[in-house]
């Protein structure tokens, strides 16, 4: 599955309005901040060769940039490591975890280069781009589907350039569904609470 990504639009005012429509409309139709934290939790809290993803928003202090990213949550983990410069033993690890849990509104603030980048914060699709991705899918065929977080389901994609996978699985969470990469290199995502068990052999949607 190819999702494509769009343009920006001309006017500024215009844009801003236009994204806020669509942020409103597509996903606080499906899912609300209580939500959105219970399934960050979740998908933090899994440790398996399988990680799920989770979305925050992350401020570079030398720019004052804040962007919403999605990434594979050991990605923020090494970030925090990297920016606080806290040993990855199992204190430190700890430390880690307790500050991105107990973080209520997900921003996380960094100054250090190598921890922006290991969550590709410059790279990253911006927020009208991820919005207008959004508006590209049915989210209520997604939602009626997989809305319950109980699916063992996968979906494959063709390629993984220019963050399509992270950008589905972006919108996914922002309508409350978690996704987790699959532990088998390539470019498989599974639906749903990592803690349901998966099939050995992939049982394919029919």
Not at 175 to 199: E, H
């Amino acid at each position: 599955m190819i999702i494509i990504q769009s343009c920006g639009l001309k006017n500024q005012n215009d844009k801003v309005t236009k994204v806020e429509s669509l942020r409103t409309d597509l996903f606080d139709k499906y899912s609300n901040d209580s939500i959105r934290a219970q399934i960050f939790e979740i998908a933090y809290d899994n440790k398996s060769t399988a990680p799920s993803y989770i979305v925050f928003k992350a401020k570079d202090l030398s720019t004052g940039l804040i962007k919403e990213i999605c990434c594979e949550a050991p990605f923020l983990s090494g970030a925090m490591h990297r920016e606080l410069n806290i040993e990855y033993d199992e204190k430190g690890s700890k430390y880690i975890d307790s500050i991105i849990l107990e973080n209520r509104n997900k921003t996380f603030e960094f100054n250090n280069k190598d921890a922006l980048n290991n969550i590709s914060f410059r790279e990253y699709p911006d927020q009208e781009t991820i919005d207008r991705i959004a508006s590209k899918n049915d989210l209520d065929y997604y939602n009626e589907k997989f809305g319950n977080n109980d699916s063992i389901k996968f979906m494959h994609f063709e390629n993984d350039t220019g963050f399509v996978q992270e950008s589905f699985a972006h919108i996914m969470f922002k309508i409350g569904i978690i996704i987790s990469r699959d532990c088998i290199a390539g470019n498989t995502i599974w639906f749903g609470d990592p803690n349901i068990s998966m099939p050995k052999i992939p049982n394919i949607d029919e």
